[in-house]
C-alpha cells in the first residue's frame, strides 16, 4: 500500500508503510538487521545512519501519511528529533521564538547548547499571537509552539502562529507528541514541521525509544541532511516494533482520550482535588480553542490535590496506576512535574511555567475507567489527614 488518499485512518495504521515479504508472502514486515548492502541501484547507498534501510524507508510512509505530510524522518529519540530538527533550520546569528512552556529536555537543549552555536533565542512570556510577535526579530527563522504542553495542558493557537510567521517568512514547528496525528493534524492550520517523541504515544507501550519528523519534502531533505550527520537514527529492530504500535495508535489514542475526558470530570467535582488541567473540559481557559483544532482532547491530564494531603504519599499508595517518568503507555501512570521532568529548572523557572509543587501528571491508559477511580479514591482516603 502506497497511496494513502481516501484511506480511513485504522487503514492507514495498519496497512501504510509496511515491507512486502515477497519471497515468503508474510502477513507482517520482515525485518531488515543489515548495516550493509550492495551498492548497485540506489541512489544514496543504503546504510542505518543515512536512515534509508528498507523498514526505515517504509515507516515513514505511514507516519507522514498520519500528519498528511509528503514526507517523514525516525531518529533513535525525541529529543534526537528535537535536536536534529532545530540545527538544520537555525545557523549562527539567527534567532528563534519559542513558547513559554516547553517540554524540559527541549528548554534544556535550547539554554544548554545554543550559545556555543552563536544561536539567539527567545521564550514568550505568554501563549497569545501577541506575545509571540513581540518576540520576533528581523533575524528570526524559526517558531517554535508545543501543544497541548507538559504539564499542565496549555493550548497554542496554530493557526493564529502559522499565519504571523507567515507573513514574516519564518519556518513554524511543532511539538505534536502529546495530541499525536490522531488528534490533531497541524498541517491544517499551516504549521510546517511537526516533532514527536515517537517513544510517547506513538510507541505506546513504554518499551520503545524513538522520534519523528513530517513535513514537505524539501524540509526533510533539508532535515536529512544534518540528520546523516549528527547520527541519531533509529535501530532496525526498533523500526520494526514501532511498526507494530502504530498499528493499534488510533484505537489506544481514542480509547485513552475517552478515558482521560471521563477522569478529568471525575476528578474536577472532587472534594479533595483543587484544580483539573485538561482541554476538553469546558472550564479550562482554552476550551473553545482546543475544540477548534483538536479532534479528542487527548490522554493526558494535571491536577492539584487539595492542602494536607501530599502528592508523594498519595502517589506511594495508588495500586493500579503506576509511577513513571514518561507517559502515554497503555497502563495509567502518574508523577509529580517537579520532582522528575521538571526537576532540572531552578523553582524559579517552575514557578514561572506555573508548575507547583503538589502538582500530579496523569497519563490515562485504556483500562475501565470505574476501576482506576477505586484506585485513587482508596489512595485519597488512606493519605487524607
Ligand atoms: C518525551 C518527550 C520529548 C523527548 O522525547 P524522548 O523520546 O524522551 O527523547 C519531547 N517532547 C515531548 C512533549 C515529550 O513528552
Given at each position: 500500500m502506497e497511496n494513502s488518499k481516501n484511506l480511513g485512518i485504522n487503514t492507514i495504521c495498519t496497512h501504510i508503510g509496511e515491507v512486502k515479504?515477497?519471497?515468503?508472502?508474510?502477513a507482517v514486515s520482515p525485518i531488515y538487521m543489515a548495516t550493509s548492502y550492495a551498492f548497485?541501484?540506489?541512489?544514496v547507498k543504503r546504510y542505518p545512519r543515512y536512515l534509508n534501510t528498507p523498514n526505515q524507508e517504509a515507516l515513514v510512509k505511514k507516519i507522514a501519511a498520519l500528519e498528511k505530510t509528503e514526507n517523514a524522518l525516525i531518529f533513535g529519540s525525541g529529543m534526537a528529533a528535537v535536536s536534529t530538527t532545530l540545527l538544520a533550520f537555525l545557523h549562527k546569528g539567527d534567532h528563534i521564538v519559542l513558547q513559554q512552556t516547553l517540554y524540559g529536555g527541549t528548554y534544556n537543549f535550547v539554554v544548554e547548547e545554543f550559545d556555543k552555536f552563536g544561536i539567539e533565542y527567545s521564550f514568550t512570556e505568554g501563549l497569545s499571537i501577541k506575545d509571540f510577535e513581540k518576540q520576533i526579530?528581523?533575524?528570526?527563522?524559526v517558531l517554535y509552539i508545543e501543544?497541548?504542553?507538559?504539564?499542565?495542558?496549555t493550548i497554542t493557537d496554530m493557526k493564529a502562529v502559522s499565519k504571523l510567521a507567515k507573513s514574516k517568512g519564518i519556518v513554524t514547528m511543532i511539538d505534536n507528541t502529546f495530541a499525536s496525528p490522531i488528534n490533531q493534524t497541524p498541517i491544517d492550520f499551516g504549521i510546517d514541521i511537526m516533532i514527536h517523541s515517537a517513544t510517547k504515544y506513538m510507541g505506546g507501550h513504554s518499551d520503545i525509544l524513538a522520534g519523528a519528523v513530517a513535513a514537505s519534502n524539501e524540509h526533510i531533505d533539508k532535515i536529512w541532511n544534518i540528520a546523516k550527520n549528527l547520527g541519531g537514527s533509529l535501530s532496525d529492530f526498533t523500526v520494526w516494533m514501532l511498526e507494530r504500535s502504530l498499528k493499534t495508535l488510533n484505537l489506544r489514542v481514542k480509547r485513552q482520550s475517552k478515558n482521560a475526558l471521563k477522569m478529568a470530570k471525575y476528578l474536577a467535582i472532587h472534594?479533595?482535588?483543587y484544580h483539573v488541567y485538561y482541554p476538553?473540559?469546558?472550564?479550562?481557559?482554552n476550551y473553545k480553542l482546543a475544540k477548534k483544532q483538536m479532534k479528542l482532547f487527548g490522554g493526558m491530564l494535571s491536577f492539584e490535590l487539595k492542602e494536607g494531603i501530599d502528592a508523594m504519599e498519595f502517589q506511594n499508595q495508588l495500586q493500579l496506576i503506576k509511577p513513571s517518568m514518561s507517559l502515554a503507555g497503555v497502563e495509567s501512570t502518574m508523577l509529580s512535574p517537579a520532582q522528575?521532568?521538571?526537576?532540572?529548572?531552578s523553582p524559579e523557572e517552575r514557578a514561572k511555567q506555573g508548575i507547583k509543587d503538589g502538582l500530579i501528571r496523569f497519563s490515562v491508559g485504556i483500562e475501565e475507567t470505574k476501576d482506576l477511580i477505586a484506585d485513587i479514591e482508596q489512595a485519597i482516603q488512606k493519605v487524607k489527614k
Open positions: 515479504d515477497e519471497q515468503f508472502k508474510g548497485d541501484g540506489v541512489d526579530q528581523d533575524n528570526t527563522k501543544t497541548p504542553s507538559n504539564p499542565l495542558l472534594p479533595e482535588i476538553g473540559l469546558k472550564g479550562h481557559p522528575t521532568s521538571h526537576a532540572l529548572l
